[in-house]
């Protein structure tokens, strides 16, 4: 059977579950809207946002935050796939136009911030044709076109390690980390990871090259914030194939497959993998030799990427691609309820053991990558964050009804809501 893997495409439906409707409405006069455009590497979304604002023009409390539907979904192509159109661009900006001013009202239209911030997508393009592109978007934004607040710093390519902030104001805007008047309260480090990167940020770090000053408010705070590329469990999974392949000791069945350690009994498959086509695989499950060549691929070499990468410590939260894993391996248990690296260790053991037909049967998409998966997670937390076994880490999709991601966040920094 040949199958293309299709690296992020068909990974962002599955990540991407579309936002829900959250928070209160607010009948007050002072209210205000701000809308963010996420411009991703297959398509673009809009988020919608209401906030109701104290007597100092901010958002004081999570529960004055609103994210209103929108009827548009994911907008395809990504934005990143239109530089040789560009006047289609504004075709394209049009349809997320129309809908944000039929939601926004018009009183509230031209004081309404609009806000384009475009990821991995752009990322991987010359700067020169991302140049194109944001120019070409800024230029319509200024135009008449649109009644909205036009400001350049809002339409922008962000970097992996912006993403990693604006989580972790997510995260600690939701918490009350942020708005406390009276003494500070303890921040929450975060842990996202998308198909392409993977992303973690902490406060009280110094001293790195990764460590930058983040003003909100009146506060300054010293954070840890970095993304690493590749790290994603879409390249992962395309990563640890190419090395499997090329392990000197690998074994090969009686038809020639190579036997991984990493999928489950009863799996086999072939995969074209970047410029190698026809990688056979059959699953012969052994976690702890999935995890020594997870270890050599990664961590176990100089140059990884993870020699400056501080422990990870205090409250943690761990969200997207992270709690789909931990979730799908069965060692999510409720999102009150922090969970021990040793038992995600533990859980994914005990997910890879099982027969192929029966994670078929559960998860026909996605279930043959999880034993992987699974195992990558918790060498990332062992040896890439230096978690100890018994270090307790929150693995959540939502915490109180909103969303985790690093879009709130964003839309509350670059609005100036803080
Ligand atoms: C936000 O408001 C709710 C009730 O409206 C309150 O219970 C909560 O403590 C407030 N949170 C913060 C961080 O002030
Ligand atoms: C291959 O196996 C030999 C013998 O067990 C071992 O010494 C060597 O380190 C292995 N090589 C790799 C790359 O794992």
Same mark, same amino acid.
């Given at each position: 059977?040949?199958?293309?893997?299709?690296?992020?495409?068909?990974?962002?439906?599955?990540?991407?579950?579309?936002?829900?409707?959250?928070?209160?409405?607010?009948?007050?006069?002072?209210?205000?809207?701000?809308?963010?455009?996420?411009?991703?590497?297959?398509?673009?979304?809009?988020?919608?946002?209401?906030?109701?604002?104290?007597?100092?023009?901010?958002?004081?409390?999570?529960?004055?935050?609103?994210?209103?539907?929108?009827?548009?979904?994911?907008?395809?192509?990504?934005?990143?796939?239109?530089?040789?159109?560009?006047?289609?661009?504004?075709?394209?900006?049009?349809?997320?136009?129309?809908?944000?001013?039929?939601?926004?009202?018009?009183?509230?239209?031209?004081?309404?911030?609009?806000?384009?911030?475009?990821?991995?997508?752009?990322?991987?393009?010359?700067?020169?044709?991302?140049?194109?592109?944001?120019?070409?978007?800024?230029?319509?934004?200024?135009?008449?076109?649109?009644?909205?607040?036009?400001?350049?710093?809002?339409?922008?390519?962000?970097?992996?390690?912006?993403?990693?902030?604006?989580?972790?104001?997510?995260?600690?805007?939701?918490?009350?980390?942020?708005?406390?008047?009276?003494?500070?309260?303890?921040?929450?480090?975060?842990?996202?990871?998308?198909?392409?990167?993977?992303?973690?940020?902490?406060?009280?770090?110094?001293?790195?090259?990764? $460590?930058?000053?983040?003003? @909100? &408010?009146?506060? !300054?705070?010293? /954070?840890?914030?970095?993304?690493?590329? #590749? %790290?994603?469990?879409?390249?992962?999974?395309?990563?640890?194939?190419?090395?499997?392949?090329?392990?000197?000791?690998?074994?090969?069945?009686?038809?020639?497959?190579?036997?991984?350690?990493?999928?489950?009994?009863?799996?086999?498959?072939?995969?074209?993998?970047?410029?190698? $086509?026809?990688?056979?695989? @059959? &699953?012969?499950? !052994?976690?702890? /030799?999935?995890?020594?060549?997870?270890? #050599? %691929?990664?961590?176990?070499?100089?140059?990884?990427?993870?020699?400056?990468?501080?422990?990870?410590?205090?409250?943690?939260?761990?969200?997207?691609?992270?709690?789909?894993?931990?979730?799908?391996?069965?060692?999510?248990?409720?999102?009150?309820?922090?969970?021990?690296?040793?038992?995600?260790?533990?859980?994914?053991?005990?997910?890879?053991?099982?027969?192929?037909?029966?994670?078929?049967?559960?998860?026909?998409?996605?279930?043959?990558?999880?034993?992987?998966?699974?195992?990558?997670?918790?060498?990332?937390?062992?040896?890439?964050?230096?978690?100890?076994?018994?270090?307790?880490?929150?693995?959540?999709?939502?915490?109180?009804?909103?969303?985790?991601?690093?879009?709130?966040?964003?839309?509350?920094?670059?609005?100036?809501?803080?």
């Amino acid at each position: 059977m040949m199958v293309r893997f299709v690296l992020l495409l068909a990974f962002l439906f599955w990540l991407q579950a579309p936002p829900g409707c959250h928070g209160r409405s607010s009948s007050s006069p002072d209210v205000s809207y701000s809308i963010l455009i996420d411009a991703g590497s297959t398509g673009s979304r809009m988020y919608v946002y209401k906030f109701k604002l104290g007597s100092d023009g901010k958002v004081n409390n999570v529960s004055d935050v609103e994210e209103l539907d929108n009827s548009l979904g994911k907008v395809k192509p990504g934005l990143s796939s239109m530089l040789n159109e560009p006047d289609e661009i504004e075709v394209y900006l049009q349809k997320f136009f129309d809908e944000a001013e039929r939601i926004v009202p018009k009183d509230k239209q031209s004081s309404t911030p609009f806000i384009v911030l475009a990821t991995a997508g752009m990322r991987l393009l010359p700067e020169a044709d991302q140049d194109v592109i944001m120019t070409k978007v800024k230029e319509i934004l200024k135009s008449r076109t649109t009644p909205f607040l036009y400001k350049d710093g809002n339409v922008k390519v962000i970097s992996g390690k912006e993403e990693a902030i604006f989580a972790w104001i997510t995260v600690n805007f939701i918490q009350g980390v942020l708005t406390s008047q009276k003494k500070q309260k303890v921040s929450w480090g975060v842990l996202d990871m998308g198909g392409a990167s993977t992303q973690n940020a902490m406060h009280r770090y110094r001293g790195s090259p990764h $460590s930058t000053n983040l003003k @909100v &408010g009146q506060r !300054n705070y010293q /954070l840890f914030a970095r993304s690493y590329l #590749d %790290m994603g469990v879409a390249r992962i999974h395309d990563r640890f194939l190419e090395f499997l392949s090329a392990w000197e000791n690998k074994t090969v069945d009686y038809e020639g497959y190579i036997k991984s350690p990493c999928h489950h009994e009863g799996y086999d498959e072939v995969f074209d993998v970047g410029a190698e $086509s026809g990688i056979d695989i @059959v &699953g012969e499950p !052994n976690s702890d /030799l999935c995890r020594k060549l997870i270890d #050599d %691929m990664l961590f176990n070499k100089v140059g990884s990427g993870f020699d400056d990468q501080p422990q990870l410590k205090g409250k943690l939260v761990a969200f997207s691609a992270f709690h789909t894993v931990i979730d799908r391996i069965g060692a999510v248990v409720c999102d009150d309820k922090p969970v021990t690296v040793e038992q995600i260790g533990c859980a994914a053991r005990k997910f890879c053991s099982k027969p192929y037909k029966v994670v078929k049967a559960i998860d026909e998409g996605y279930g043959k990558f999880t034993c992987l998966w699974g195992n990558y997670v918790y060498e990332l937390l062992r040896q890439g964050y230096k978690m100890p076994q018994s270090k307790k880490i929150f693995v959540q999709k939502e915490m109180k009804g909103y969303s985790l991601s690093w879009i709130m966040g964003a839309v509350l920094y670059k609005a100036e809501l803080l």
